[in-house]
């Protein structure tokens, strides 16, 4: 039952009551509860026949039922790419609906961010290679640990470091950096948002790529929001990254926010909690 209670005033804003609404929201609940496990089981449905066409594609690629020509390479290249990008899009989809219905199961442990930052450089290196970006990294030693569930972790920071990656053009820097802050110290309206006195690493990525616009900025934690960007077309992806990272970082506790300018750069900045011990 959804309840909201508001006051009743006559024109001298003296209180006259209350005015208390009840409202039923089984119904809507219950809708949204089948819309998600709809798309859940359709994805899990479409992600099946999806990985078999990849497979398949990837043996022809190789030349693994005879040589093929540039023509026909060229056309399964493409099959093959476009197969990606939709279990992609498929996968992201069924993370969504993960995180709406509130199944997500977080494993809480302490981690080093080093650590998880370097797993994920790890994975996206061959894409800063081809890029030929600059990356520097400048973690102090001696950070304290962060309270986080490791995959989850490795999610916020893949997808907020392939943006970096994906929006920056070639031979361009990306930057990150940690240190550890009070919640006092962040910018107003975050500082209200988080605990107060609480600790946190703050992390930033920064690049030199094409930038947000200002009217951009509030709506690229939406869904499926792309923003009109000379790299958006050569840079593929769904317009859901972000809106997968958001909720996310919540869950663990912190939270996200951006500061960019066109034609200079973006700078992503999370906040995570600092667990008990130190490392
Ligand atoms: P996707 O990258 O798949 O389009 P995201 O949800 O990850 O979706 O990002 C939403 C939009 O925010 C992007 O399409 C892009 O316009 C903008 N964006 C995100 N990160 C950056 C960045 N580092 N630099 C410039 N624009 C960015």
Redesign the pocket.
């Known amino acids: 039952i959804n309840v909201s209670l508001s006051p009743v005033l006559n024109e001298n804003d003296r209180t006259l009551g209350a005015l208390l609404v009840l409202r039923d929201i089984t119904r809507e609940v219950e809708a949204d509860r089948m819309k998600n496990e709809f798309i859940g089981t359709m994805s899990h449905e479409l992600r099946t026949p999806m990985t078999a066409i990849k497979g398949f594609t990837q043996l022809l690629a190789m030349g693994g039922l005879g040589q093929l020509n540039d023509t026909q390479r060229e056309f399964v290249n493409t099959i093959y790419n476009n197969t990606e990008r939709m279990i992609n899009l498929i996968n992201d989809v069924l993370e969504i609906t993960k995180i709406e219905s509130g199944s997500i199961e977080l494993e809480w442990r302490s981690l080093h961010l080093a650590e998880a930052l370097s797993g994920v450089i790890a994975e996206l290196q061959s894409h800063i290679s081809q890029r030929q970006h600059q990356l520097t990294i400048s973690i102090p030693p001696g950070l304290p640990l962060i309270r986080a569930d490791a995959m989850r972790l490795h999610q916020i920071l893949y ?1 907020v470091l392939l ?2 990656v ?3 053009p070639a031979g361009g820097k990306i930057t990150i950096a940690a240190r550890e802050i009070l919640n006092v110290d962040f910018p107003e309206p975050v500082r209200s948002i988080l605990h107060t006195n609480h600790r946190y690493l703050l992390l930033s990525i920064s ?1 030199t ?4 616009r200002p009217e ?1 900025l509030p709506r ?2 939406d869904r499926f ?3 009109e ?1 000379p790299l ?1 077309v050569e ?1 593929g ?7 997968i ?1 958001k909720p996310l970082v919540q869950l663990l506790g912190g939270h996200i926010w951006v500061e ?1 300018t066109v034609g200079q ?2 700078t ?1 900045y999370i906040a995570l909690p600092v667990a008990a011990e130190r490392a």
């Open positions: 997808h943006n970096a994906k929006y920056t690049d790529g094409v930038g947000i951009d690229i934690f929001f792309r923003a960007n958006k840079a992806g769904t317009g859901l990254g972000l809106s990272v960019s750069g973006s992503f």
